[in-house]
C-alpha cells in the first residue's frame, strides 16, 4: 500500500529520504519503529552513515538504537544534534548521476518531496529552501526575480555544483524554470528543466489572499470549521490544529506565520506568469488534473501552455496518477531519473518516448 504520510520539516525530509534509500520503502507514520521494518544492524550504520554525510554532522550510532521510530530519530536530530545550516539541504550526499536540484513550491520548503532523495534516484539530490520559513530571516522575497537572485546567493554561498538537473513540483516548476534561466546567465550548466504538474494558471492573487487561501485550506484539510463569512484566524487554526496531535506543519506560531507569509509571497510572485522560451531541456511530467479548474476561471491573461511555447528541447510525460500521488510513484520517479540519465548520456530523439506519450506502464 503506497504511505501518504508526510514529513513535518526539513530535518524528517532528510530522514525520509534516507530511511528509503536504505529500507526500500519509507515510514509510514510518525511511529514507524526502524527495525520493526526490517532493518537490521547492518542497515542501522548504513542510515546512520547516510545521515551524516547527508546532514554533514556527527550522529552516533546508538542515536538509532535509542530511538529507533521515524518520530524519535527525527526529534533527536533535530534537537541534538547540529545540522550544516543554511538553506541549502541534501537530501541525498551520492550517486552516478548529475545532481538534482529540488526548487520548493509555494509551502517554500521540500516537505513532501523526501521519495525523490531514495531510489530510483541515482544521484546526489539537494533542495532550496525559502528566505522567510525561518522567522528570524525576515520577510520572504517578493517577486520571482528577488526569489531567484536569492536562490542564486544561496548556491554561490553553499558552493553548490554548477552543473545540475532543476525540478520543480506544482509552482515550484516555475521559480525551476526561471532559476534556470538566471543560472544560465551566470554560466552554469543547466542539464534540465523537470516540471512535475507545473500549470501555467495562475490567477492574480495579493500576498495577503493566497496567504488566506493556505490558511483556509490547512483548516479544511484538518477538519476545522470556519465561521461563515468572517476572516479565519491563524492562531485559533494553528491552536486547534496542534490540539488534535503533533503539529502536522510547524513547531510553533512564529513558524506557522512564517509558512503563510512564504506561501502568501510564491503565490502573488507567480500570478499572471508567462515564461519566455529557454534554451535549456525542459521535460513536464503531467496529470491528468494539472490544471485546476478553479485557477482556469480565475486567470485572466491569456495562457500559453508549455508545449507552445516553441522550446528547443522538450518532452511531455502523461502520469497515470493524481497530482497528489504523483511525487511519491515510483513509476513516475523512475520516469524522472531516466530522463536526467538520457539527458545527462546525451541521447535524444528514439532513446526517449514522443510528447505525450508514457514511458511506464
Known sequence: MQSHFVERDATEAVVAAQWSRVLGRPPVSLDTDFFGSGGSSLHAAKLVSALRSALGTRIPLKTLFEASTF?????????????????????????????????????????????????????????LQARGLDPAEGEPCGTTAEIVDDFIGVLEKADAPRSLHLAGYCVGGILAYELAAGLRLRGWDVRSVLLLNTSLYCPPL??????????????????????????????????????????????????????????????????????????????????????????????????????????????????PVDHFEMIVHEPTLKAVEDAMKDIDDGRRGQSEPREDSSPYA
Open 71 to 127: 518520530g524519535a530519530l527525527s526529534a533527536r536530530i533535530r534537537n541534538d544534534t547540529p545540522g550544516s545550516g543554511g538553506r541549502l539541504l541534501t537530501l541525498n550526499p551520492s550517486g552516478t548521476g548529475t545532481p538534482l536540484l529540488l526548487v520548493p513550491a509555494a509551502s517554500g520548503g521540500v516537505i513532501g518531496l523526501h521519495r525523490f532523495g531514495g531510489d530510483p534516484i541515482d544521484r546526489p539530490v539537494l533542495g
Open 206 to 319: 495579493s500576498v495577503s489572499d493566497a496567504a488566506r487561501e493556505k490558511l483556509v485550506s490547512v483548516a479544511a484539510e484538518a477538519g476545522i470549521a470556519l465561521p461563515e463569512g468572517e476572516e479565519p484566524d491563524a492562531a485559533a487554526v494553528f491552536k486547534a490544529v496542534s490540539s488534535q496531535g503533533p503539529d502536522p506543519i510547524e513547531a510553533d506560531f512564529a513558524e506557522f506565520e512564517a509558512g503563510l507569509r512564504v506561501f502568501g509571497s510564491v503565490g502573488a510572485a507567480v500570478s499572471g506568469y508567462v515564461p519566455a522560451p529557454g534554451d535549456f531541456a525542459v521535460r513536464l511530467f503531467s496529470t491528468d488534473d494539472r490544471d485546476d479548474p478553479s485557477d482556469i476561471e480565475r486567470t485572466a491573461h491569456p495562457v500559453t501552455d508549455w508545449p507552445d511555447l516553441g522550446l528547443a528541447d522538450y518532452r511531455q510525460y502523461h502520469v
